[in-house]
């Protein structure tokens, strides 16, 4: 069975680091595209970047770029998103995703396994 596991969540102040952890279980990670995507209290759920599984090429949404990155340990089967000079609006549950398109996209509809998600607070 395909799982994927977040963790790392928290709370942080604004200007924070805060880094959180994609884990899989049961599949191999290093065939997939993994994304992260987060949710904030009524809205949608949005892309905020996305790593490929053998060049590990990265896309990243306009609100992040340059703040966080995603690296990808395929030997430990996890993806790591760290985050940087964190802001309020970054606040929301943060969820992994698998998907297996040829190329790295934040779209929901392109992944197909998905985490439970960790909620990362960014409040002084």
């Known amino acids: 069975q395909l799982r994927l596991v977040e963790s790392g969540g928290g709370l942080v102040p604004p200007g924070g680091s805060l880094r959180v952890s994609c884990a899989e279980e049961g599949f191999a990670l290093g065939y997939y595209n993994i994304g992260w995507f987060r949710q904030a209290p009524g809205k949608e759920r949005e892309g905020v970047g996305c790593?490929?599984?053998?060049?590990?090429?990265?896309v990243y949404a306009e609100s992040v770029e340059g703040r966080f990155t995603i690296s990808r340990d395929n030997a430990r089967r996890t993806v790591n998103l760290q985050m940087d000079n964190l802001k309020p609006e970054d606040t929301g549950v943060y969820v992994c995703a698998a998907g297996r398109t040829s190329f790295c996209s934040i779209h929901v509809s392109d992944y197909d396994v998905w985490g439970q998600g960790t909620q990362v607070t960014v409040s002084s």
């Open positions: 790593v490929r599984p053998r060049d590990a090429d990265t």
